[in-house]
């Protein structure tokens, strides 16, 4: 793949690949696959149904990939939203909470060399945070999308807002409610951020 391809931007990424560039959307799906693998996977808790759903938003960005507007965010956030109803159309149909991951998603939710790569790796080696994630999936949708983007793949509010359509103060909201409803489900002494933090989750689960 040439050095060209790599500096090109998402946008552009995305307007090469509609157009037939191979190599473009190879680049494409590089930088776009784990955090839309993350997001799918923490919304389905199934490894089958997050690997489907990223094959699909990835050919539905050939598709429909025109309809992006850049003035309306980031490739990242537009793929965010066909992965949502992927995610929705899938959870409708087979309703899957219990499958647990193995090694290979454990290995793509660590996302290799990233920031948050670390600590998603060690909330999914221990089995002792299955409570957790089953407290996750028991939210209303709407505070589980904001628990899944901000706490989980590790997006900032802004970038939170993005993706979900809704203001800044929104997300904050949202999150701070779905932390205090999680601090109850989990019986966890310490505080409502404390209690679903992928650094600080074991400490309450022990």
């Known amino acids: 793949m040439s050095d060209l391809v790599r500096h090109l ?16 959307f190879l680049e494409l799906y590089e930088r776009l696959k784990t955090p839309i693998f993350r997001y799918a996977f923490y919304m389905s808790h199934s490894h089958a149904a997050a690997e489907e759903v990223t094959q699909e938003v990835f050919l539905a960005l050939l598709k429909i990939g025109g309809r992006y507007k850049e003035a309306k965010g980031d490739v990242q956030a537009f793929a965010f939203g ?6 929705r159309r899938a959870r409708r149909r087979e309703r899957i909470y219990e499958e647990l991951p193995g090694p290979e998603a454990r290995e793509k939710l660590a996302g ?3 920031a948050g790569g670390g600590a998603a790796k ?3 080696r221990s089995e002792r ?26 997006l900032s509010y802004a970038e939170a807002a993005t993706r979900l359509g809704c203001a800044v ?8 409610r779905a932390h205090r409803m999680l601090a109850r489900k989990l019986g966890c002494s310490a505080g409502p951020e404390r209690a679903i933090s992928t650094r600080g989750a074991e400490e309450c689960v022990i």
Request: glycine content about 6%; overall charge negative; charged content about 25%.
């Open 122 to 124: 060690e909330f999914l």
């Open 169 to 176: 103060g929104t997300v904050r909201s949202r999150l701070n």
């Open 9 to 24: 931007s998402d946008s552009e990424l995305l307007r090469q690949s509609i157009g037939g560039d191979e190599n473009a």
């Open 82 to 87: 066909i992965a949502r109803n992927l995610v």
């Open 112 to 114: 290799g060399e990233t």
């Open 129 to 154: 945070l299955e409570h957790i994630r089953r407290a996750i999936a028991s939210l209303p949708e709407h505070y589980r999308q904001v628990v899944v983007i901000c706490d989980l793949c590790e």
